[in-house]
């Protein structure tokens, strides 16, 4: 069966995975969740593939969750399908880290919340000029998960992580440059040929050899990965079942400033 929200091609070595969905920014629900975390495995796993590259269609990278589907699953109390979202990004997160290839992301525009950390979990990110990474998951008094709670404290130190997740500002391209959120940036409507032409240099490599660096130079953080997941995930179910989530959302959908109240 054909992916609804997720487009992927092989060519050169490069597997490509495009988000799919631009009507709704590429946020994931579950049923992209899903198709995302195939359509990478399936890349992956083809011998064919060298190196993968995750982008998004339209004007955003990923807007991160679709706060509708989050906030029909906490006023219905079906926490366990809010849940199953954290938990396929948790696994979509291991996946990319894991496979001995690198992962480049390539960010067309806005990657915030959920699709802000799909981004750092790749191994090298390019961006385009209009792009922006934004820990936006206080904004509807949420907890950061996929990964952001372990991977911008690795790339910012504490303090400057907690700025970033507590302020819940899309930072622009230029100052994400500037702090090593990502490696490059370059003009708009270059982001397609520069991403190709690295990408061919990242297929060119020795698999082996570059398969088993990233794997050595992953391996000291390997167990503080995991436990910042299984963290994240049990802090974001009680985030889930407070006062203070069902007024983010409902202040998100009126367009109004959030009154948080601490339960």
């Not at 091609?9 to 988000?19: C, K, P, Q």
């Not at 167990?223 to 299984?230: P, Q």
Request: proline residues 4%; contains cysteine; hydrophobic residues 45%.
């Amino acid at each position: 069966m054909s992916a609804q929200f997720i487009r992927t091609s092989i060519a050169n070595g490069v597997g490509t995975l495009t988000l799919n969905r631009p009507d709704r920014l590429n946020a994931v629900d579950d049923v992209m969740a899903r198709e995302v975390l195939e359509g990478a495995g399936d890349l992956l796993d083809d011998a064919g593939v060298r190196v993968l590259v995750i982008t998004g269609e339209g004007r955003a990278f990923s807007a991160g969750g679709d706060v509708k589907f989050l906030g029909n699953a906490l006023r219905n109390r079906e926490y366990d399908r809010a849940l199953s979202l954290v938990k396929m990004g948790g696994d979509l997160v291991r996946l990319l880290r894991s496979a001995p290839k690198p992962v480049l992301a390539s960010l067309n525009g806005i990657a915030a919340g959920g699709g802000a950390n799909l981004a750092l979990a790749c191994d090298l990110r390019i961006a385009s000029d209009r792009a922006g990474i934004g820990e936006v998951f206080h904004r509807i008094g949420l907890h950061v998960d996929w990964g952001g709670t372990y991977f911008l404290p690795e790339l910012l130190g504490p303090s400057q992580a907690l700025e970033v997740i507590w302020e819940s500002d899309v930072v622009p391209a230029e100052r994400c440059l500037a702090l090593g959120l990502v490696n490059r940036m370059v003009p708009h409507d270059q982001l397609g040929p520069e991403t190709l032409a690295w990408a061919a240099r990242l297929a060119a490599l020795p698999p082996v050899a570059a398969g088993l660096t990233k794997m050595a130079v992953y391996e000291k953080t390997r167990d503080d990965l995991n436990r910042a997941l299984s963290m994240e995930e049990e802090h974001q179910d009680r985030c889930f079942r407070s006062q203070d989530a069902l007024e983010g959302f409902a202040s998100f959908s009126e367009k109004r400033a959030a009154r948080f109240e601490g339960r």
